[in-house]
């Protein structure tokens, strides 16, 4: 398998796209110094006990107050809390303290929280549509070998390691440099790390550890302790194997800095690093906005003809198989709906990841009158699954045809589906006329050049530049001799066909500054 990881930079947001053999089968969208992604630590204050939930609300400093459950404070939250309470009084260190006896499954947690107490909190889930983010008081840091765990001394090896030496191998790495009062969860990553890598992974997680520890101690809830990496650095921290041919950006700050990280983790792999200069948008150039154009289309075609109709609800999501206008003998219909089947189990699973799509599942299949079709595809669709990082569950088929999912999320959806009316035609279905937007266009530019810029960038759809770019004196030449204005028109597929964005060299808005 070929993957590949196309980054586009813009200064609001970072788009990231994760490609397998030229197809699209992740897009994570991050905003740029938001904060409280997963893995963020925090320093929050205790707003509300809910008895009958048996959980809390934690201003972390977030519009919406933070959930966490008693399950979520973790075996080893007294000894935690320890360290918090102690932070105003005497430095209590880790591989020094005396641990706390462990909370029992059943509690309750009022008995450990009250209103307005500090609590030192990790993000385990992003805040999604009107629910806050949800937090773990079960700490702990991830690096690319290694998962480090305060509070214990157990070494947990990844159950996708089968080999014994190798398990035996790591788990003497790990113990012969953990500090006291500190255990690691070895993923899978490991198996074909060298000792020393490991050795560093772990050491540098508990300087980090210790750096939070030091940020709690200066800091007032609720305040940020310690950030998750970039989203870019976490996804290639995760999936950066040699099945990577490439990395491309398309911004230099954001080349350098990977570059480093690569450098850090796997140095062979650092010439994969590059840099995109094209006039093209990155994603235009290599054919991942048509994919994501059809990102969230209701209709996701099949070869042959066959196809797959996507529902989303409040409460699950619904995915029809249907096998289109394919026609067979009588005597194959059996194997014409396996084949069906097995094809769009594929594309579901690519969908499942692409979407994001979170909850229940239910897959309504071509019905199939054989056990063993069934059984084929029931393990099919584990296969293909098995490569989601998501945690999610897979059930046999039902008697009616019918396969369901249960698919984990934890951060908001890379593009929200909805409806709203439209900006270019409000509605109306019809758009002003081409004339028009050249006025309005040329008295942009007219107002640009009377404040003195030199240079704007036009960032249109690729109709409008074929429509300012036409003839051998264009649109274009001839605003350039009129106003004495640099122009320059790049296209973006993914804007309104009649839009127009005026950029400087930096991609900032140039009509912000225009205002008096």
């Known amino acids: 398998m070929n993957r590949e990881l196309f980054i586009n930079v813009n200064p609001t947001e970072v788009s990231i796209a994760l490609c397998e053999d030229k197809v699209l089968v992740e897009l994570n969208k991050e905003r740029c110094q938001t904060g409280f992604a997963v893995g963020d630590i925090y320093l929050g204050r205790v707003r509300k006990i809910m008895p009958g939930l048996n959980a809390a609300f934690v201003n972390i400093g977030h519009e919406k107050d933070a959930f966490i459950h008693y399950l979520d404070l973790g075996q080893n939250f007294a000894s935690l809390q320890r360290i918090v309470d102690s932070r105003e009084k005497r430095e209590v260190r880790v591989e020094s303290m005396k641990l706390e006896p462990q909370l029992a499954k059943e509690g309750r947690i009022g008995d450990y929280l009250q209103v307005g107490q500090t609590i030192m909190v990790q993000i385990s889930k992003e805040a999604i549509s009107t629910k806050g983010p949800r937090l773990t008081a079960d700490v702990s840091l991830a690096g690319r070998n290694v998962v480090l765990v305060p509070f214990t001394n157990k070494v947990f090896v990844s159950a996708k390691i089968r080999s014994n030496s190798a398990k035996k191998r790591l788990r003497k790495v790990a113990q012969d440099i953990l500090p006291e009062n500190f255990g690691v969860i070895i993923r899978t990553a490991a198996a074909e790390a060298e000792d020393i890598d490991i050795m560093q992974d772990i050491l540098s997680l508990v300087e980090r550890w210790n750096k939070t520890l030091d940020a709690m101690r200066k800091g007032a809830a609720p305040t940020r302790l310690m950030s998750e990496m970039s989203r870019v650095n976490t996804i290639i921290r995760d999936s950066l194997n040699d099945t990577f041919s490439q990395i491309i950006v398309d911004d230099e700050t ?49 070869r042959r003809g066959a196809y797959l109709i996507i529902e989303h609800t409040e409460a699950m999501h619904v995915i029809d198989v249907n096998s289109g206008n394919r026609t067979k003998a009588e005597d194959d219909q059996e194997q014409t709906a396996l084949e069906v089947n097995l094809a769009a189990a594929a594309e579901i699973a690519r969908q499942l990841r692409l979407r994001d799509m979170g909850g229940i599942v239910i897959v309504d299949f071509i019905d199939m009158r054989k056990q063993q079709s069934r059984q084929t595809l029931y393990e099919e669709m584990q296969k293909l699954m098995a490569s989601d990082k998501a945690k999610h569950t897979i059930l046999p088929l039902t008697k009616f045809g019918l396969m369901q999912i249960t698919r984990q999320r934890v951060r908001p959806i890379a593009i929200n589906e909805i409806s709203d009316t439209c900006p270019t035609c409000h509605g109306t279905g019809k758009i002003e006329p081409t004339i028009l937007l050249e006025k309005k266009i040329e008295g942009q530019i007219q107002l640009l050049a009377e404040k003195g810029f030199k240079f704007v960038n036009l960032r249109v759809s690729p109709y409008v530049k074929a429509y300012l770019s036409e003839g051998i004196i264009s649109r274009r030449l001839r605003w350039i001799f009129k106003y004495k204005l640099n122009i320059k028109i790049t296209t973006d597929q993914s804007i309104g066909m009649i839009d127009v964005s005026y950029l400087d060299k930096k991609g900032e808005s140039l009509l912000s500054n225009t205002k008096e």
């Open 254 to 302: 954001m080349h350098s800095e990977i570059k480093s990280y690569i450098r850090a983790i796997k140095p062979e792999m650092e010439h994969m690093v590059k840099q995109y200069k094209g006039k093209v948008g990155i994603f235009d150039n290599f054919d991942i906005t048509k994919q994501i154009k059809s990102l969230f289309a209701k209709y996701v075609s099949l």
